[in-house]
């Protein structure tokens, strides 16, 4: 006699479902437990700290362009504004590319262009081609940077705070050594010395062109994954990138005009004014580096508001306490202002996960460049009401940054 159906049928029933449950679970379990890739995002935050170097090694060319070339005020400041309009347009349109077809590429071109671009600057006849030149290292870092997010996120793991905020310290630190080498390349050398800023990009570009079959093959597990997070949540995007704006222009506001007050209403002579640049530097650093595991652990919405908070509290602490704290107080709003982009990094390539490379090129490039031009706004103002009052006045701006980052859609823990 036949043993009865329903027996036969669970046994079936333990079997399938169980597999189908596997099936079903085991990638999306997979890819929440997916760990930070130390060796692969090593060599990324290694070759954005390496492009960085040359965005950060223009300012300090550019005296040097000056006494060469006898440039006037309008034609060196044209170098640095062309360069920062082309990185804001370029970035969220190769960005928009990215998100339709695998453009890993760009990690060979990107860094190759933006240590090219310095490296010829030093070596041309006029001023016409050192323009040129600048422009095309612009386009090369504007180049650089939306894949490189793209991947920091995949490497990142399930620690993606954590994970992207290592990744920009390593543009910082790389934007903050570009003077020093260039300055110490041309003292030792020349101005034809910058031909040496080109060979740390060149190795990057060639480490990169043998890891493009790598590269397109985690590419196509990333997309598989966004894929089944859903589509792109437009609405808080542009409630972050109003945030990243506000966090902009107060960035761009502090370092553009904190050495300017600090001789003007505190009497520092002009070097050690200067080093405050330096404090902000290494505040930015202690920022992204703590800020990512933090936001990692208690929720990034909930960090970046605090941050917004004490970005401000921190202003206005700067313009109105003694003497003696001015440069711990520019430390502290200098790591919540790192900290606030970091983490708007990572909110920006969740919400816009439908468009990671759109997402990164609009909160990189796009929001953070209208941010900075914002200050020959706070220029004009400042020459009209003084840099106490306008220094004052930028405390404003992370409390409106705070009100929206309330209105962004709650995390689940």
């Known amino acids: 006699m036949l043993p009865p159906l329903r027996k036969s049928g669970s046994k079936s029933c333990n079997v399938f479902p169980m597999m189908g449950e596997f099936r079903v679970q085991s990638e999306p379990k997979k890819m929440e437990q997916r760990e930070l890739d130390r060796r692969n995002l090593s060599m990324l935050i290694l070759a954005h700290m390496m492009t960085d170097l040359n965005q950060g090694a223009v300012p300090a060319l550019i005296p040097f362009l000056v006494a060469k070339q006898g440039l006037n005020y309008l034609g060196?400041?044209?170098?640095?504004?062309?360069?920062?309009?082309?990185?804001?347009?370029?970035?969220?349109?190769?960005?928009?590319?990215?998100?339709?077809k695998s453009l890993s590429g760009l990690l060979v071109v990107g860094p190759l262009?933006?240590?090219?671009?310095?490296?010829?600057?030093?070596?041309?006849?006029?001023?016409?081609?050192?323009?040129?030149?600048?422009?095309?290292?612009?386009?090369?870092?504007?180049?650089?940077?939306?894949?490189?997010?793209?991947?920091?996120?995949?490497?990142?793991?399930?620690?993606?705070?954590?994970?992207?905020?290592?990744?920009?310290?390593?543009?910082?630190?790389?934007?903050?050594?570009?003077?020093?080498?260039?300055?110490?390349?041309v003292v030792q050398g020349g101005l034809s010395a910058t031909a040496w800023m080109c060979l740390p990009t060149l190795a990057i570009a060639l480490y990169y062109l043998f890891q493009q079959s790598k590269l397109r093959s985690m590419r196509r597990e990333q997309q598989r994954s966004l894929e089944q997070r859903g589509k792109t949540n437009w609405r808080a995007m542009s409630l972050l990138l109003s945030v990243i704006v506000m966090r902009s222009m107060s960035y761009y506001c502090l370092s553009t005009f904190v050495p300017l007050y600090l001789i003007s209403a505190r009497g520092f002579s002009t070097p050690l004014a200067n080093s405050a640049l330096t404090v902000m530097?290494?505040?930015?650093?202690?920022?992204?580096?703590?800020?990512?595991?933090?936001?990692?652990?208690?929720?990034?919405?909930?960090?970046?508001?605090?941050?917004?908070?004490?970005?401000?509290?921190?202003?206005?602490?700067?313009?109105?306490?003694?003497?003696?704290f001015s440069f711990p107080v520019l430390a502290v709003a200098s790591a919540a202002l790192s900290a606030s982009f970091t983490?708007?990094?990572?909110?920006?390539?969740?919400?816009?996960?439908?468009?990671?490379?759109?997402?990164s090129g609009l909160t990189v490039g796009l929001a953070v460049g209208f941010g900075g031009l914002s200050a020959p706004i706070f220029g004009f103002i400042a020459d009209?009401?003084?840099?106490?009052?306008?220094?004052?006045?930028?405390?404003?701006?992370?409390?409106?940054?705070?009100?929206?980052?309330?209105?962004?859609?709650?995390?689940?823990?």
């Open 76 to 100: 060196a400041s044209a170098i640095t504004v062309a360069g920062t309009l082309i990185s804001s347009l370029l970035q969220p349109l190769l960005g928009f590319l990215s998100d339709h």
């Open 113 to 185: 262009l933006g240590g090219l671009g310095v490296a010829l600057s030093g070596n041309l006849p006029s001023y016409g081609w050192v323009l040129l030149a600048i422009l095309t290292s612009a386009i090369g870092v504007a180049a650089f940077h939306p894949e490189a997010y793209r991947y920091a996120n995949y490497y990142s793991g399930s620690q993606t705070a954590t994970g992207m905020g290592v990744f920009s310290v390593g543009g910082t630190i790389g934007y903050s050594l570009g003077p020093l080498v260039l300055t110490f390349l």
């Open 281 to 324: 530097s290494l505040g930015s650093v202690v920022g992204a580096l703590l800020s990512g595991p933090i936001a990692d652990r208690i929720g990034r919405r909930r960090v970046l508001f605090w941050m917004a908070i004490l970005i401000s509290v921190s202003i206005l602490l700067f313009v109105k306490a003694a003497t003696a």
């Open 343 to 359: 983490i708007s990094m990572v909110l920006g390539q969740d919400y816009g996960r439908g468009n990671l490379g759109l997402a």
């Open 384 to 413: 009209r009401i003084g840099l106490t009052i306008t220094l004052s006045s930028v405390a404003i701006l992370p409390l409106l940054a705070a009100a929206l980052i309330l209105a962004l859609p709650k995390e689940t823990l």
